[in-house]
């Protein structure tokens, strides 16, 4: 990208990932490639979104979700469906916001800095192909605003990709 992301300094969550947004269909705009818009919209996120500290995909591969692009720390290799946050949220096909992932039961602690985290689940054509993952250092960081607005961010991904199963 040629030049720098600019975004308002705005109290309002919902016009904030608006505007995030319009820049993800930019940077999207003409690239199909998985990897690469995934690639790039992780680092979009991560250096965007306030008080993040991991922000990547964990992508659907024989029937667990194996780690995909991202910005942050080092993160677990493989989950099974249906085991911490990523698992959970991926088998049940449902976001799913944690304001404290201590009391999450089943929790997978990749970096014991995360002490919250929002999933949303990736769905193409009815097929589950992954999950997008976020983690904050700080307890009840994300919200139903920040829920909605990432759900947005997903479908734009997946929208502007061409996911091969």
Known sequence: MSHPIELPETANKQEFYKELALQLNGLLSGERDAIANA??????????????????????????????????KPACVRIALGRGVCGTAAESRRSIVVPDVDAFPGHIACDTASRSELVVPLIAEGELIGVLDLDSPSAARFDEDDRAGCENLAAIYLAATQVTR
């Open 39 to 72: 690639a790039n919209m992780s680092a979009l996120m991560y250096h965007t979104l306030p008080n993040v500290n991991w922000v990547g995909f964990y992508l659907l591969k024989d029937g667990e979700l194996v780690l995909g692009p991202f910005q942050g």
